[in-house]
């Protein structure tokens, strides 16, 4: 599985710091509600060559991503495990620790690959000393790297005045139909990169007949050649699938070449949000 370097910049000294490889793709577990509905997908995802897994306390299933990961016989620090601090939970240093430490009970892990701030805290006051506790939970180990989500570029500016650390990630949604080059210039000005969530529009956009015309000309199917165009485009992807064949099918995304389709996929563009967007909260 093909890599990208991510770390947390140190912003005094501007040196890269917890340098570390992370997969380009993996799976998404959200909206796996059904008991054993996530183990089995991780697993059979695990089996298929899948190396990244994206998890989160709000999703309920941190407990069976643990138990797909043991299953699988496969080497723990061989597989990348992402999960998130919830907005309700983000309020201070103290919670932070707290629920990091709930995070890898869940797991059932000794430690995580990536723990990000699900959204920006709700109360502005908290966003600082909530980041001292992320900080906290990567030089104690419980983490190998921390990063933010649904951060806006003007969330990102404001760590400049709190962090020691700045964020390896920041995970948002992006998609050929939201592609928004602003906010990731703004991710790579702060030494992070981005991360795809809803790559295919939750479905909402799999069925779009510009992208079937374009699937057909590449010779691969219509999520092969969303998901591949975000990977292309810089940004580590997560699609989500409970399903084994489509789970076979998305990490089949990787071989496509999508050599002169790039002004078809300028075209795609329209603003599409498919669920929430906390980036241009306040
Ligand atoms: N940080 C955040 O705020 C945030 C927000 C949303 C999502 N996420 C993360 O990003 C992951 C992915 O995003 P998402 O779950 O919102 O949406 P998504 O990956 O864009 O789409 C998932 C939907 O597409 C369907 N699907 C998957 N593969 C398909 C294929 N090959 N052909 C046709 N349909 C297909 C799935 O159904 P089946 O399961 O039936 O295949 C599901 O309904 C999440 O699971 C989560 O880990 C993070």
């Not at 099918?249 to 996929?265: H, K, M, P, R, W």
Request: hydrophobic share 35%; with cysteine; net charge negative.
């Amino acid at each position: 599985m093909e890599t990208v370097s991510i770390s947390n910049r140190d912003i005094t000294t501007g040196q890269q710091k917890h340098e570390i490889e992370m997969p380009r793709f993996g799976l998404g577990v959200y909206l796996m509600g059904e008991p054993g509905e996530c183990r089995d997908a991780v697993r059979h995802a695990l089996d298929k060559g899948y190396r990244l897994i994206d998890t989160a306390m709000a999703y309920g299933n941190e407990d069976e991503v643990g138990e797909a990961i043991r299953d699988s016989g496969i080497p723990r620090d061989e597989i990348f495990v992402v999960t998130k601090l919830r907005q309700p939970h983000a309020n201070s240093h103290e919670e932070t620790l707290e629920r990091c430490q709930q995070s890898l009970e869940n797991l059932g892990l000794d430690y995580m690959d990536l723990y990000l701030v699900h959204a920006p805290p709700k109360d502005q006051e908290a966003r600082g000393p909530v980041w001292k506790g992320m900080e906290e939970c990567l030089s104690n180990g419980w983490t190998r790297s921390i990063g933010v989500s649904n951060y806006g570029a003007h969330h990102l500016d404001a760590m400049l005045s709190y962090a020691e650390f700045l964020p390896s990630v920041n995970q948002i949604e992006i998609s050929p139909w939201l592609q928004r080059p602003a906010l990731r210039a703004a991710i790579r000005e702060v030494g992070a990169v981005p991360m795809a969530y809803s790559p295919l529009a939750r479905g909402h956009k799999v069925d779009d007949p510009s992208l079937a015309a374009l699937a057909e000309s590449l010779g691969c199917t219509p999520a092969q050649a969303a998901i591949k165009w975000c990977i292309d485009s810089g940004a580590i992807t997560i699609p989500k699938s409970s399903n084994p064949s489509r789970i076979e099918e998305n990490i089949g995304s990787l071989s496509v070449d999508l050599s002169g389709t790039e002004s078809a996929f300028a075209d795609l563009e329209e603003s599409y949000v498919s669920g929430w967007d906390p980036t241009s909260e306040p």
